[in-house]
């Protein structure tokens, strides 16, 4: 039996916190408890749904060049050439245990390095794949390990270079390695419309069967245009014919979409993961969270490219991206941010246990240190872990 200072129960603080568990599980939630306390605001641990760990590299080398989305890829794919599963794990494990530190309980790692430098698959056509789940077991994260389809250089095109790591030559192919992956931790994803050709996203969608399925969507302009080129449809039009749309799946940036593709979001339910401080690095745009949510999407976040970690950032990001965007003040609340971060976040990733503080879900917290020089004086309030925390004020698990 633990009493908290303060915790986040649904949408409201409460004081004097007792929450009790069991073997990780949450069985009883009482305010007004009696006893010595954890000092500090106590809310559920967060979900990073939107992973590339490999690209964590980058950080501070790649930000002050000049470019664009495409010349930074250039840059990726450098550091994409160079990893070994052994390699791999070591720069993973630190990423993961960056977002433990900072409030992280659970990530989405959208994995496509798969295979060899010239891309015959090793022995185990699944070792990096393992090698990102034995970092997440050090780390102590919980993972969903988004193995992802990558078959195409562009629409019509064959990979090349680096991207021949990525690809098994087609979706059937694609499927029996990931069918083969025994372990409830996997997950599948659609790289993109400009990755996997019309004709095989359908064989993509049908082998989620109840798993995440989680798709980059319109990134740049660039992709919508070489779509409308190829096909006469946007990249949500695409994804939508093939049956990829729904609750089960998170479209991760869609920053330049149409009217017609936000009411498809919306009509169909599914999740849209936006990464603001990543978006904002590689210029990609401002991308319409707020009409997408009330279209009927719901929001969650991650934070992609790791030039920072701090889900609080991410949070705070979609308001003040919106207030530039829109010269407006006051588009998202704390509680949506906070349940974008949390409980919509996990479930996301096929964590429907997790993500608040009730009976019946895990019993992963963390908290708030109300005492830093960005907490003191604020309050214990939504309010203060959205619009003044960051990850450097999280004490660690509650």
């Known amino acids: 039996m633990t009493v908290h200072e303060y915790a986040l129960v649904g949408d409201q603080v409460l004081a004097n916190v007792e929450i009790t568990s069991q073997d990780g599980v949450i069985t009883g939630v009482r305010a007004g408890a009696a006893g010595p306390v954890t000092k500090g605001l106590t809310m559920p641990a967060m979900a990073n749904c939107h992973s590339h760990a490999f690209h964590r590299a980058l950080r501070g080398h790649t930000?002050?060049?000049?470019?664009?989305?495409?010349?930074?890829?250039?840059?990726?794919?450098?550091?994409a050439a160079e990893l070994t599963p052994d390699s791999y794990f070591a720069l993973a494990k630190d990423v993961y245990a960056e977002m433990v530190a900072t409030g992280i309980g659970a990530v989405g790692e959208f994995h496509y390095l798969h295979h060899q430098a010239d891309g015959t698959p090793y022995d185990d056509p699944n070792e990096m794949g393992k090698a990102l789940l034995a970092a997440a077991d050090e780390a102590g994260i919980r993972i969903r390990l988004l193995d992802t389809c990558y078959l195409a250089a562009g629409i019509g095109r064959e990979p090349e270079g680096v991207q021949r790591r990525f690809s098994d030559g087609d979706a059937d192919r694609w499927a029996e390695r990931v069918a083969a992956f025994d372990d409830p931790r996997v997950g599948v994803a659609?790289?993109?419309?400009?990755?996997?050709?019309?004709?095989?996203?359908?064989?993509?969608?049908?082998?989620?069967?109840?798993?995440?399925?989680?798709?980059?969507?319109?990134?740049?302009?660039?992709?919508?245009?070489?779509?409308?080129?190829?096909?006469?449809?946007?990249?949500?039009?695409?994804?939508?014919?093939?049956?990829?749309?729904?609750?089960?799946?998170?479209?991760?940036?869609?920053?330049?979409?149409?009217?017609?593709?936000?009411?498809?979001?919306?009509?169909?339910?599914?999740?849209?993961?936006?990464?603001?401080?990543?978006?904002?690095?590689?210029a990609d745009g401002i991308g319409p969270a707020r009409r997408l949510h009330d279209a009927g999407a719901v929001l969650t976040l991650?934070?992609?490219?790791?030039?920072?970690?701090?889900?609080?950032?991410?949070?705070?990001?979609?308001?003040?991206?919106?207030?530039?965007?829109?010269?407006?003040?006051?588009?998202?609340?704390?509680?949506?941010?906070?349940?974008?971060?949390t409980v919509h976040g996990h479930a996301s990733l096929g964590f429907e246990d997790a993500g608040r503080i009730a009976v019946g879900q895990r019993a992963d917290l963390v908290t708030v240190d109300l005492d830093t020089w960005r907490t003191r004086g604020t309050g214990a309030a939504p309010e203060t872990l959205v619009f003044a925390a960051t990850g450097a004020d999280v004490k660690g698990r509650a």
């Open 63 to 79: 930000q002050t060049e000049r470019g664009t989305f495409w010349t930074w890829r250039d840059q990726m794919y450098a550091r």
């Open 190 to 282: 659609i790289h993109s419309v400009r990755a996997v050709p019309r004709d095989q996203l359908a064989t993509v969608a049908k082998a989620a069967q109840g798993r995440p399925l989680h798709v980059h969507l319109s990134e740049q302009v660039a992709e919508n245009e070489q779509c409308l080129r190829a096909y006469d449809l946007t990249p949500t039009q695409l994804l939508e014919e093939a049956g990829a749309l729904g609750p089960m799946t998170s479209v991760v940036h869609a920053t330049h979409l149409t009217g017609t593709d936000i009411r498809l979001l919306g009509e169909s339910a599914t999740r849209v993961c936006f990464c603001p401080t990543t978006e904002r690095d590689l």
């Open 302 to 341: 991650g934070s992609d490219s790791h030039a920072v970690i701090d889900l609080f950032e991410e949070m705070r990001a979609v308001e003040m991206h919106e207030r530039l965007a829109s010269q407006e003040r006051g588009h998202w609340s704390a509680a949506e941010l906070l349940d974008a971060a």
